[in-house]
């Protein structure tokens, strides 16, 4: 039998194409994720084990106990546990590190990088004054307050060189520092397109921890000192609660770890992407082999009349199954082995610079994709083969064409409405509960699945709709209806293909935009003030800032945020410090209960959610431990609905402002008296020194950051499901190209009494374009109705929530799908247009 | 121009106009060792208002000499006209309107689109052309065939012979100028083939069409008013007024002459 087989599939390569494309692509999918993560994931940890060459043993702060003592307190590293460090027994050398934002303005005054990876350190020379982390390519080491020296990636993007005045920032106001070198290093964060710029030791642990103060100190182990002997010798001498010390190749391994944690983290969502892919390749194959079985049924019976039994039938389609799939498998393999090698010269040519190392292809990685291929591709086939297996053995001598059976639909609707309904039933009900995840999740999967096993029922009303607009393309259009409606479960298997695709990504356009909606919402409506002055990376401002607005002319009210830690009974809670006087001017918060009144002296407003959580009224006074360990009391004057700008327990920053170690403001909020205008904008950034680390935001900008987010993840998400859509567009060309071969003794006998070729091609393209269509409506309806009931679930915590239908982007999906469906039938088409039509009359 | 080229060919007298005419007409598939000549330079008319049968033994060429006339083929040599028209060096196009418009046909299996009910079969080449058919030649032709109670039934509701008579129907209903039948009775029982060819034999006497059958069965032939013999490419023999006998002993002298020489 397993020649049959292997001659079946050698007689329909052509028609097996599209199958093993499809079956390739979803393989070289799942082969290109797996092959590209542990690629980057090994480069990455060979990385982080270099970037610990020069770390015997770290000590670092250990944060305390937060039940007792100052809450939130960091004890820092000084130099005289530094110097002791460097003296124990064993120890080659001890460097003290800080480190910390640092904004680094380019040529125009603009920030260079986007805000999170971009670092500042300290040079720490060695004995023999140099730092043997940072070896300089030009210039020397930075001295003093003034100068700084700039990593050779940066420098060169810039085009800064040594000598020349570069703006700076670090915590607010501008620093005009000297550029004194130009250094390389293998630092991960500029490996990865950050920059990094080092000051000298004082002037760094000004600048990022306590005078004296450092964040971590990496001890060298001299030549015959193991690294646990190091450390043990240095836990003598640390003090009690204050540091810990941990050896370099345990903080290799952690970090090994955490690099491993996030790859499994992006593994895994890729393969779930690979997976849909490989699902709706489920219905190509499927459809393939019943058309197969269809097809050769005088051959199988043929098989059954000279003995075969009819569990060799079935196995001899299962055999034919596993040869597409195994051939698909290796093809997509090796696609995937390309596509992971080319990703990551894509990555490298983006700039997102990855570290270097060989490509890694695991024999786990083989085996998978291999294994994937051929039992998808064995499984799709299960269904035929056992039809296969039916087919009696008189049906060889029968010349005439067997209908096949309809009654079987009965059943498969009855199922398909009763898992549709039930469903739909579960979806409904979990919006309504607080907490439906898993209800609705269920529900999901079984509506698609009851909608699945209803398409062919569906297909017939829906496809009818479009006969009005079909009818305008005279006889090629009303044979391509009645076409695309002969057989429903092929039309049926080719739409769901389509369908899948299309349902997840309008559902989540539909999310995506309405949370979007609701965040922006969120951000903006409870904004009263004009603009929002931050640093660009997020890290505290300078107070100055705050200051240097309030003075300006133009501003009517402003306020900083401040986050002060606090104890209340045993739990930490951040306060939050504003400027009482203008903190009405500045947002606009809905009160629950109480109001805002004048926030001075002990009084503080909640939000909604810590107030019931603690079960406080306007009116509870809260014992609060600040964080200098000062005991005090606040009283509640009003509960509003919080939101992500503004939570918490809000109070005067009069109140809180002695009890602050170091006062940095988080955001500084600005009403100004002519509103948002570019000029207004204009005279903030100048007052302000023309910051690159500062970030002035309006409103609008606001929204903009938001959209661009959603967008960014929007965009990444279509990408991914573009592959699921590929995959069902091979089946729209599978499906077509073996309907018209089905067909071919009609299409003959249309050209022959007169339909020309054109006439044939518009038929073919129509019945795509119905079919196409069919696949797209259901999706995006689908789409809809998940995004709606997933947005009901979300409004529950996000209370500004709104469904937003995007109308515009839904028409584009639907056009989507037409141009899926008139190129689909490029080529069948084109083949149905040049049969021999004597060939095909002939032919029996 | 003569009418006929054959010496001894009677009509039915009511005409004697030429629905299409083969002059030297020649057929070669293939190219140098693999050159076979399917129609070596023939030469026929088929008359309006008559009923010819082409016959000839497996391999003569009559199914080819069928095609080419029909249009459906391309043409070697020679000219073949439908009408006035002259087929060789039609474009596609050119071609298949011809056959839209003024041809019809009656294949021996596969005649029928299975998604369309009898009615739209019948009317499928009105429709193709984008014309409305004319009422009252539709109803009488369908009463002629007799498909007046099944013409909302599907084509895998009807039997073969109901099939075939749907066939007719739908080449009888564009008053094409010829019918062509490609051995349409050939899937048929004795009792439905006799049927259908009644119908064609009919629409020849009583609505003046002209019918041209290839058939290799004698008592289909005997309907036809004509019978041309083909072989080996050529036309051997023309028998007017032909019976089922008449044309056994006829073939059988291909026969013998096939298997003595």
Known sequence: MFRTALRNVLAHKARLLMTVLAVMLGVAFVSGTLVFTSTISDAYQASSQKGYDNVDVAISPRSQDSHSGAPGAVPRLDQKLLDKAAKVPGAASATGTVSGFTAIADKKGELIGDGFSTLGGNYFPGKDGQDARYPMRGGTAPKGPHEFALDAHTADKAGYKVGDTVRISVDGPVREQKLTGIFTTDDGTVAAGGSLALFDTPTAQKLFATPGGFSEIDVKAAAGTSQTALKSAIDKVLPKDGAEATTGKQLADEQAKGIAQSMDGMKNGLLAFAGIALFVGIFIIANTFTMLVAQRTKELALLRAVGASRRQVTRSVLLEAFVVGAVAAVAGLAAGIGIGAGLRALMSSTGATVPDGPLVIEPSTVLASLLVGIVVTVLAAWLPGRRAAKIPPVAAMNSVHATATTKSLVVRNTIGALFAGAGAAGVLVATGMDDGKVVMGGGAVLLLIGVFVLTPLLSRPLIALASPVLRAFGIAGSLARQNAVRNPRRTAATASALMVGLTLITGLTVIAGSVQKGIDKMATDSLKADYVVSMASHTPLSPDVAKKIAGLGEVTASSPLRNSPSRIGTDTAYLTGVNGKDFGKLTRLDFTKGSLGELRGDRAVVDDVTAKEKGWQPGSRIPVTYEDGKKGTLTVSGVYQGNQMINGIVLDNATLAPHQKQITDMQVMVKTAGGPTDATKDSLVKALGKNPAISIADKQDVSDGIAKMFNLMLNMLYGLLAMAVIVAVLGVINTLAMSVFERSQEIGMLRAIGLDRRGIKRMVRLESLVISLFGGVLGIGLGVFFGWAAGELIGGSLSTYELVLPWGRMGIFLAMAALVGVLAALWPARRAARLNMLAAIKAE | ?261
């Open chain 2, 1 to 261: 121009m003569t009418t006929t080229t054959h010496s001894g060919v009677s009509t039915t007298g009511h005409a004697t106009a030429v629905a299409a005419r083969a002059t030297d007409l020649t057929k070669v598939y293939g190219q140098g060792e693999t050159k076979v000549v399917a129609l070596d330079a023939v030469s026929v008319d088929f008359r309006q208002a008559q009923f010819t049968a082409i016959m000839g033994p497996s391999g003569s060429g009559k199914s080819t000499l069928m095609h080419c006339m029909a249009g459906l083929d391309t043409i070697s040599g020679g000219s073949a006209r439908i009408g006035d028209i002259e087929l060789t060096g039609l474009k596609d196009k050119k071609l298949t309107q011809l056959r839209r418009d003024k041809i019809g046909f009656i294949f021996q299996a596969f005649n029928l689109l299975p998604t369309l009910n009898a009615l739209e079969n019948i009317t499928l080449p009105m429709d193709i052309a984008g014309r409305k058919p004319d009422r009252a030649w539709l109803d009488r032709v369908v009463e002629t065939v007799g498909l007046a109670g099944r013409l909302k039934h599907r084509p895998s509701e009807l039997s073969g012979g109901q099939q075939q008579r749907v066939a007719v129907a739908r080449a009888l209903a564009s008053r094409p100028e010829i019918i062509f039948a490609d051995e349409p009775t050939g899937n048929l029982d004795s009792r439905s083939g006799a049927e259908v060819l009644g119908f064609l034999r009919n629409s020849v006497r009583e609505l003046g069409q002209t019918v041209v059958m290839v058939t290799h069965d004698p008592v289909a032939a005997s309907y036809a008013d004509r019978v041309v013999f083909l072989a080996d490419g050529r036309i051997v023999d023309d028998m007017p007024n032909p019976t089922a006998d008449m044309v056994l002993e006829r073939m059988k002298g291909f026969d013998a002459k096939g298997r003595t020489s």
